[in-house]
């Protein structure tokens, strides 16, 4: 099993609906996890982070922890077109050979919301 | 969040050369730096992981004596691409983690490597 796994994609939404984007990970004792946003052709800039179980919400975006099932979401709302870019989960995995608490990333899923 | 510069953001050179790519924290102490490689329309691409002070930790598959690493300062490490052929041209990219302040990392704006 990959340490941290997303579906691909493309996600596409329209413009004002509800964007998911989801993402699992393998290591159970992780503590800490996080969202960057990918525009094509630049580097990730962070956008979430999230430590506990629960939801946390910052303006449009709501990131979603489940410890025990080991998922994270990212929830957009009202979704605009200039949302359109590749979302990577990140997650800091505490057993991960001999690199304990690096950040792992995700693959990402392309989003894509349609005027 | 906190910013990390890199530098250049574009450069191309020719078949033979060597490419220095510097990656710098500019308001905190980056413990950890990591570099990334990512082709079009593919996802990040780990290449290794540095610690200041210490020598860099290598993914498999990336050849250490062609990709030179040195991350004497907790606000400065450098990518040395050795011997650059065109399958080197890719998006380069630093990112930089303080796990004594915060566990995020935050990312330099990439350099896109092209070699003639």
């Known amino acids: 099993q990959k340490e941290v796994e997303q579906n691909s994609g493309p996600l596409s939404v329209p413009e004002g609906a509800i964007a998911s984007l989801n993402c699992t990970y393998s290591?159970?004792?992780?503590?800490?996890f996080f969202w960057y946003r990918q525009y094509s052709g630049k580097s990730p800039e962070l956008i979430m982070s999230?430590?506990?179980?629960g939801d946390k919400e910052d303006g449009r975006f709501t990131a979603q922890l489940n410890k025990a099932s080991q998922y994270v979401s990212l929830l957009i709302r009202d979704s605009q077109p200039s949302d359109s870019a590749t979302y990577l989960c990140?997650?800091?995995?505490?057993?991960?050979?001999?690199?304990?608490?690096?950040?792992?990333f995700g693959k990402g899923t392309k989003l894509s919301v349609k005027p | 969040g906190a910013v990390v510069s890199q530098h250049p953001s574009r450069v191309i050179c020719k078949s033979g050369t060597s490419v220095k790519i510097e990656c710098r924290s500019l308001?905190?102490?980056?413990?950890?730096m990591f570099w990334y490689r990512q082709f079009p329309k593919q996802s990040l691409m780990l290449m290794a992981t540095?610690?200041?002070?210490?020598?860099?930790?290598?993914e498999q598959g990336v050849e250490k004596d062609k990709f030179l690493i040195n991350h004497a300062s907790l606000t400065l490490s450098t990518l040395t691409v050795t011997s650059a052929h065109p399958e080197d041209s890719s998006f380069y990219i630093c990112?930089?983690?303080?796990?004594?302040?915060?566990?995020?990392?935050?990312f330099g704006q990439g350099t896109r490597l092209t070699v003639v």
């Open positions: 990112s930089a983690q303080n796990r004594g302040r915060g566990t995020e990392a935050f």
């Open positions: 290591d159970r004792g992780s503590q800490s």
């Open positions: 999230i430590y506990s179980n």
């Open positions: 990140a997650v800091i995995l505490m057993n991960y050979g001999g690199s304990q608490g690096n950040l792992i």
């Open positions: 308001d905190f102490q980056a413990t950890t």
């Open positions: 540095s610690n200041e002070g210490s020598k860099a930790t290598y």
